[in-house]
Antibody
Framework: EVQLLESGGGLVQPGGSLRLSCKAS????????MSWVRQAPGKGLEWVSS????????YYADSVKGRFTISRDNSRTTLSLQMSSLRAEDTAVYYC?????????????????WGQGTLVIVSS | DIQMTQSPSSLSASIGDRVTITCRAS??????LAWYQQKPGKAPKLLIY???TLQSGVPSRFSGSGSGTDFTLTISGLQTEDVAIYYC?????????FGQGTKVEIK
C-alpha cells in the first residue's frame, strides 16, 4: 500500500526557516519524480516544486524560487523541502505527491497519491 | 504560465442530477489534464487523468472529456458523497497549474 507521511510543519516567524519531510512507502521511491503541492487556508491548490528520481533535475514555482530547496534521500525513501525566508503568504498545508504509474510503464504527471499534509503557519 | 479557468465556481444540484464542470486552458494542453475531488480536511483524490482516463477505483458516474483548451468533468447521477470541491490540473508543461476549484453542494 502506497503511503506518504509528511512531517515538520509548525509555527514559524516571518523570515524564519523550516524543513518538511515526506516518508514514502509501498512503492519503489527511487524510480519516481516527486512533488510538493500546497494549499493556503480556504484557497486552491498550488504546485510548489518537483524533483526527478535521481535528484538531478529540480523545478520550482516562481513564488518560492531561491527560498525553497527540494531534495530526496532514496536510501531512506524520504522527500524533503527546506524552506527559508518564509513569508506570511507561505502559510499553507503542504502535501507531497506521487505521479500516476501507467500499467504499460512510465508515469503521468498527475498525482495519484498524496500525503495527509502538514500545516505551516508563518506569523509573528 | 498556463492559466486554468474553471466554471462555475460553485453549484447546487439535486441527488441524481447530471452535473457538469468545465475547465478552460489559456493555451493548448492536448489531453494533459487531470481532475481531483477534495473533501474538507482531506487531501485531493485523483479522479481522471489524460482528460478522460478514469483512475482505478473511481465510480463510473465520473467521466471526463475534452482536448486542446476545453475540458469537462461530468458526474452522471450526483450522490451525497460527491459533495466536495473539484479541481482541474494541467500538466502539459512547467509549471503545472490548477484551476481555482468548483464547490459542489446538494440542493
Amino acid at each position: 500500500e502506497v503511503q506518504l507521511l509528511e512531517s515538520g510543519g509548525g509555527l514559524v516567524q516571518p523570515g524564519g526557516s523550516l524543513r518538511l519531510s515526506c516518508k514514502a512507502s509501498g512503492f519503489t521511491f527511487s524510480t519516481y519524480a516527486m512533488s510538493w503541492v500546497r494549499q493556503a487556508p480556504g484557497k486552491g491548490l498550488e504546485w510548489v516544486s518537483s524533483l526527478s528520481p535521481s535528484a538531478s533535475s529540480t523545478y520550482y514555482a516562481d513564488s518560492v524560487k531561491g527560498r525553497f530547496t527540494i531534495s530526496r534521500d532514496n536510501s531512506r525513501t524520504t522527500l524533503s523541502l527546506q524552506m527559508s525566508s518564509l513569508r506570511a503568504e507561505d502559510t499553507a498545508v503542504y502535501y507531497c505527491a506521487k505521479p500516476v504509474t501507467l500499467v504499460r510503464g512510465g508515469t503521468v504527471d498527475a498525482f495519484d497519491f498524496w500525503g495527509q499534509g502538514t500545516l505551516v503557519i508563518v506569523s509573528s | 504560465d498556463i492559466q486554468m479557468t474553471q466554471s462555475p465556481s460553485s453549484l447546487s444540484a439535486s441527488i441524481g442530477d447530471r452535473v457538469t464542470i468545465t475547465c478552460r486552458a489559456s493555451q493548448d494542453i492536448s489531453n494533459y489534464l487531470a481532475w481531483y475531488q477534495q473533501k474538507p480536511g482531506k487531501a485531493p483524490k485523483l479522479l481522471i487523468y489524460y482528460a478522460s482516463t478514469l483512475q482505478s477505483g473511481v465510480p463510473s458516474r465520473f467521466s471526463g472529456s475534452g482536448s486542446g483548451t476545453d475540458f469537462t468533468l461530468t458526474i452522471s447521477g450526483l450522490q451525497t458523497e460527491d459533495v466536495a470541491i473539484y479541481y482541474c490540473h494541467e500538466y502539459s508543461s512547467a509549471p503545472p497549474t490548477f484551476g481555482q476549484g468548483t464547490k459542489v453542494e446538494i440542493k
